[in-house]
């Protein structure tokens, strides 16, 4: 009779556990209190519906240090001052937003040297960093209430009831996984793509195990789900809310491929039918050496073996070589 009950036990309890094997990991979206609202423009020019305004997405990697994609800021900052305004808390009663000034006199946005605009440079990664100075910074708070701009110490009144706006406020750091020196190799968790819009935030889940570090492009490649331009400059997150990569472009050729270029804009790779396909920067040598060297206390993971196992996976069906390279990264 013992036997009977633990064989019938195990009938209803297998399924349940296979059912609890498939299940995909719970999402952590605290996790992605890190990602904010970015506007970009030149300095000398007016905030208004007539400038060139430049929105995106940022990862506030340090409380002092945003992390954004650098197409982002390359119009605007690479070769005059800008201001980057940061949406650091909205909820439905608050409204934070702090102002960094740039220029070359007084730094505060780091573009990734490797990158050039207008062609998508497989040595240039797609990443920039904006420094966040609270004793220079100009802030603004408001009362969404009713619209009025609030003191600081009006604002921070208010702040002590408001639990959202706080988290929003304080939320900083992730920690960043590391591709650097690996080959090809599979992502084992799932990723997401969150986005913040008015202090919500939305994601898009990558359901596809088909996530790879691709060597000879150096970057991440998945199955496309639905990113858009609108995700610029945020981060692509696991689950559990470690940083994988960033939001990057890529230009497309009239076909939907998209090529890759050299330092000295030779084309190298091809990468057919690219549309298809969310690409985006991960954190090699080169990219990771460039943050590390700016934001302190920088949190880093290796993605062997843990996050991601090496794959003899081939991508000849997609990635065509355009002349032989001996690439370093």
């Not at 990697?61 to 800021?73: D, E, I, K, Q, R």
């Not at 639990?163 to 939320?171: D, G, I, M, W």
Request: with cysteine; net charge positive; glycine share 6%.
């Amino acid at each position: 009779m013992r036997l009977l009950c633990i064989f019938l036990f195990s009938l209803c309890f297998t399924p349940m556990l296979q059912a609890l094997e498939q299940a995909p990991a719970p999402i952590n979206e605290n996790a992605f209190l890190i990602q904010k609202e970015i506007a970009t423009w030149p300095t000398d020019q007016t905030f208004n519906t007539q400038v060139s305004v430049y929105n995106c997405q940022a990862v506030r990697l340090h409380p002092n240090w945003f992390l954004t994609s650098a197409h982002c800021v390359y119009s605007a900052c690479a070769t005059r001052p800008c201001t980057v305004e940061i949406t650091l808390a909205e909820s439905p009663d608050l409204l934070a937003r702090v102002r960094v000034k740039h220029s070359t006199v007084s730094p505060s946005v780091y573009i990734y040297p490797g990158f050039f605009p207008g062609q998508n440079r497989i040595s240039g990664m797609d990443a920039a960093l904006i420094r966040f100075d609270p004793q220079k910074a100009e802030y603004s708070y408001i009362n969404l209430e009713d619209g009025r701009a609030l003191t600081r110490g009006e604002f921070e009144k208010k702040l002590r009831f408001d639990t959202e706006a706080q988290a929003q406020l304080n939320a900083a750091g992730a920690r960043l996984l590391n591709v650097s020196g690996i080959g090809t190799s599979k992502l084992k968790p799932q990723i997401v793509v969150p986005k913040t819009t008015a202090g919500v935030i939305s994601y898009l889940p990558g359901n596809s195990p088909e996530v790879y570090f691709v060597q000879e492009l150096q970057h991440f490649i998945s199955p496309g789900f639905g990113v858009r331009q609108g995700n610029s400059g945020g981060g692509v997150f696991t689950r559990s809310g470690d940083l994988v990569g960033l939001v990057s472009s890529l230009l497309y050729a009239q076909d939907g491929s998209a090529s890759f270029h050299d330092a000295e804009g030779k084309t190298l790779l091809t990468l057919r039918n690219a549309r298809d396909f969310f690409f985006f920067t991960g954190f090699n040598g080169s990219t990771l050496n460039f943050i590390r060297n700016k934001v302190p206390n920088l949190r880093t993971v290796g993605v062997i073996p843990d996050f991601a196992t090496p794959s003899n996976k081939k991508f000849d069906a997609i990635v065509k070589a355009e002349q032989a390279a001996s690439l370093r990264f």
